[in-house]
């Protein structure tokens, strides 16, 4: 049974910086991509940033963009988001997440596996 865990979330001022990571068990992750998506109270879950198997493709949102950071660790089944430049707009609950194989990371539909999530909070 594949899990997903998210560790990293908590309360930063603006300006400040996190960092996410996700761990994965209990499958097989290869030719899967692996992402991060938020949903803040009251709007819809967002894709956030995406990385491609082998991790040489990234994909982000354009409110992400030159902020945050996505990479995997696929010795240790991991995920990671570097989020610098935090803004009370970025404050969400941050979801890892893993595509089905071959999936296209950018579209919530195309994953299989979601992690419970972890808070992020980002004061003004």
């Avoid at 049974?1 to 994965?24: M, P």
Wanted: a neutral charge; glycine letters at 12%; aromatic letters at 12%.
């Amino acid at each position: 049974q594949v899990q997903l865990v998210e560790v990293g979330g908590g309360l930063v001022q603006a300006g400040g910086s996190l960092r996410l990571s996700c761990a994965a068990s209990g499958g097989t992750f290869s030719s899967r991509a692996m992402g991060w998506f938020r949903q803040a109270p009251g709007k819809e879950r967002e894709f956030v940033a995406a990385v491609s198997w082998s991790g040489g493709r990234t994909y982000y949102a354009d409110s992400v963009k030159g902020r945050f950071t996505i990479s995997r660790d696929n010795a240790k089944n991991t995920v990671h988001l570097q989020m610098n430049s935090l803004e009370p707009e970025d404050t969400a609950v941050y979801y890892c997440a893993v595509t089905k194989p071959w999936g296209r990371p950018i579209y919530p539909d195309e994953y299989d596996y979601w992690g419970p999530g972890t808070p992020v909070t980002v004061s003004s």
